[in-house]
């Protein structure tokens, strides 16, 4: 799906490095989303950017830093990472937030914490 | 009780027969309703979204919402061997101040058998 990209598509860090996923979305959109899908667990949403503004942190812990420069940039900068931190990383995007529009989804990072 | 139920699965379905997917939801004022496929180790796609009570086809997939059981489903029909992967029913809810956000199931695992 071209329209909303992830780099890097694969990730192994340790427990001390810093590292930083980037979603860029060609869509035109005005809201961007962080999830995170673990085995067996439904997909789970981080943070959401409406018109480049936070507009929810659902109680993610601070190791997770996201920013987000313009709408169709999207950061979550990562450090001190737990081994249960190990997932797929999703960014999608969607018209805004509010409207009935459809969230898509990027490729997404599969990230390894050692 | 979670906010979207689906049967985790394994569905097993034979080549060519309909597969049917369910899913419930406890918000009430939910209006809008997706479906997402993701095969193994790919992100999410969007299948349908349908926002009113009734069907919705688009090809061999016709989903169908219920709003008074509050329930949604996705029918498969013909189905084939390229079906197999995890089906992903996606609300949207409203949470505070109006905003809102797309909750999703846990997945249901479908195999088409050839």
């Known amino acids: 799906e071209t329209g909303v990209t992830q780099t890097p598509r694969h990730l192994v860090m340790g427990m001390t490095n810093k590292k930083s996923l980037k979603c860029e979305q060609h869509?035109?959109?005005?809201?961007m989303y962080w999830y995170k899908q673990s085995a067996k667990k439904p997909l789970e949403l981080m943070f959401v950017y409406n018109f480049k503004e936070q507009t929810e942190n659902n109680s993610v812990p601070s190791r997770f830093s996201p920013e987000c420069p313009n709408s169709s940039h999207l950061f979550l900068h990562l450090h001190t990472l737990q081994p249960e931190d190990s997932a797929l990383y999703l960014c999608a995007s969607s018209q805004d937030r509010d409207s009935q529009g459809t969230q898509y989804f990027g490729p997404g990072t599969r990230l390894l914490v050692l | 009780q979670k906010e979207v139920e689906q049967n985790s699965g394994p569905l097993s379905v034979p080549e060519g027969a309909i597969a049917s997917l369910n899913c419930t939801y406890s918000d009430r004022g939910s209006q809008s309703f997706f479906w997402y496929r993701q095969y193994s180790g790919k992100s999410p796609e969007l299948i349908m979204s349908i926002y009113s009570n009734g069907d919705k086809e688009d090809g061999r997939f016709t989903a169908q919402l219920n709003k008074a059981s509050q329930y949604v489903s996705l029918l498969i029909r013909d189905s084939q061997p390229s079906d197999s992967a995890t089906y992903l029913c996606?609300?949207?809810?409203?949470?505070?101040?109006?905003?809102?956000?797309?909750?999703f199931g846990q997945g249901t695992r479908l195999t088409i058998n050839p």
């Open positions: 869509l035109g959109h005005n809201a």
């Open positions: 996606a609300v949207k809810v409203l949470v505070i101040q109006g905003a809102q956000k797309l909750v």
